[in-house]
């Protein structure tokens, strides 16, 4: 067998495994509401802020406007912001006349071994514990717009016998960089995550989508807290980890709840991407070459053995193919053209190098930077 046919064989049965056997993870299914439970819960919304002026108000104004029939309220943590966040987060409260449902507090300074992320959530924790303990926490960011349901539907949905319940909101997607590759970020987070799987008590494989996680404080204080977790990049996927080690998970879509964070540029979405791939490989540099050898063979072999003749050509179309329809299924969620789906392989080397780039920065001491924090991980 020539090479050409062995590796367009080989992708074509990784595709097909991938299209059968991996959970469906292209099919971004939005589960139906459950029941409402017969008594509402108590809920702590804790919602880390660092430099989010344009985008806190919309956020804490969906969040005191939910439809939820129990005990709620918000502690938003300013996280060193210099924008004016607090205020701002303040002062949307006020025309609401719900001053009194939201709590500001600044954040002490990070202690080293903590990501900056996990030490605002924390220090949230530490201010509802303050004000009576709560049955349930909603961890949120402050660009998350939050439709006036979702607390509810999601608290319903944990009474039903989970410890966790996340949504993957619907993020961002206008400008072309956006149109181009958000979808795509998606598609390969369920590829490596099939939400089913996360949900499904016989797996091990857990996740979570940090814009929008609800768990029972009991689960939370079993675990150890964020000090369990403190020097996590990818804090929202540990933290589904820990969880789910003796606990459910359950991992959703929605196309309500949205994302108000825009990348208008293609290097925007490449920052995204490189603050945390090499992190999700385990800044590991065995792992980092096998990536690039896997995803070299899935989505670039299928194109690079097409202009070859007979059965190679044949079994490459098939693998292209493939992998094209179950891209379809997210294009569609985005409301995308279809057409745009045989450009995943292009998509596919772009996150390829992005990840590349990401362990380059890693070495260079500038991983997992934000808003100008280094990750500890990365420092030299």
Known sequence: MSAGRFFA???????????????????????????????WPKVTVVVP??????????????????????AFSIVLVDDHSTDGTAQIARDAAAALGLGERLQVVAARPLPEGWTGKLWALAEGVVAAGAAGAPDLYLFTDADIEHHPRNLAELVARVETGYDLASLMVMLHCRSAAERFLIPAFVYFFAMIYPFGWCTDARKRIAAAAGGCILMR?????????????????????????????GGRTWLGFTRETRSLRV??????????????AYAQLGYSVLLLLGTIAALTVTFVVPIAVLPASGLAAVLALAAWAIMSATYVPMLRFYGLSVLRAPLLPVIAVVYLAATVASAWRHWRGRGGEWKGRVSWHSQP
């Open 217 to 245: 404080r009991a689960a939370f204080e079993r675990i150890g807290g964020f000090e369990a977790i403190k020097g996590e990049l990818i804090d929202d996927c540990a933290l589904a980890r820990a969880v789910k080690h």
């Open 263 to 276: 990348y208008p540029t293609l290097g925007a979405i490449w920052n995204m991407i490189a603050r945390t």
């Open 9 to 39: 064989l080989l992708a074509l049965l990784i595709w097909s495994y991938l299209a059968l056997g991996r959970g469906l993870f292209w099919l971004p299914r939005v589960a139906k509401p459950v029941p409402a439970p017969k008594a």
């Open 49 to 70: 802020a660092r430099d989010e002026a344009a985008t806190v108000a919309a956020a804490v104004t969906s969040l005191l406007r939910q439809d939820y029939p129990g």
